[in-house]
């Protein structure tokens, strides 16, 4: 039954990203051209939802599903790490024309070419996972 929320929280993703263009090749190629707002008010918007919710979440001790308090923990910053951070995630979104987020959108909207972007993805976490502990945190 748990799983269940996270399947209908997905569909819901889903048909946003979808019904928002954000999937849209398109859409990406003009935000990269700096010809459209349309991707960077979308981008904009999760951003500032995300700002309320981190500081609503932090002030009053929401639980998880699980029952656990969600707890943020602060992060050293080291410019090197992002930069490197930044530059893979930017290779991997030229590449495969899709961000993380709608991979699964995309395949579900019958591009089924996305079969290989997400074994790519899982394969990059897979090998992270095994590179975690001599890679710079």
């Not at 859409?27 to 979308?42: A, D, K």
Request: hydrophobic letters at 50%.
């Amino acid at each position: 039954m748990k799983f269940l929320k996270y399947l209908l929280i997905g569909i819901l993703f889903g048909i946003v990203m979808t019904k928002s263009e954000a999937i849209s090749w398109y859409r990406i190629q003009e935000m990269f051209r700096f010809q459209s707002f349309h991707m960077y008010g979308i981008i904009g918007s999760a951003l500032a939802v995300g700002v309320v919710m981190v500081a609503y979440l932090k002030r009053k001790e929401v639980k998880s599903l699980d029952g656990d308090i969600i707890t943020f923990t602060d992060k050293n910053f080291s410019i090197p790490r992002y930069l490197l951070g930044g530059i893979v995630f930017g290779l991997g979104w030229a590449l495969s024309g899709a961000c993380p987020g709608p991979m699964y959108t995309l395949l579900g909207n019958g591009f089924s070419v996305f079969l290989v972007v997400i074994a790519s993805a899982v394969l990059g976490t897979f090998t992270y996972g095994l590179l975690r502990d001599v890679l710079p945190h």
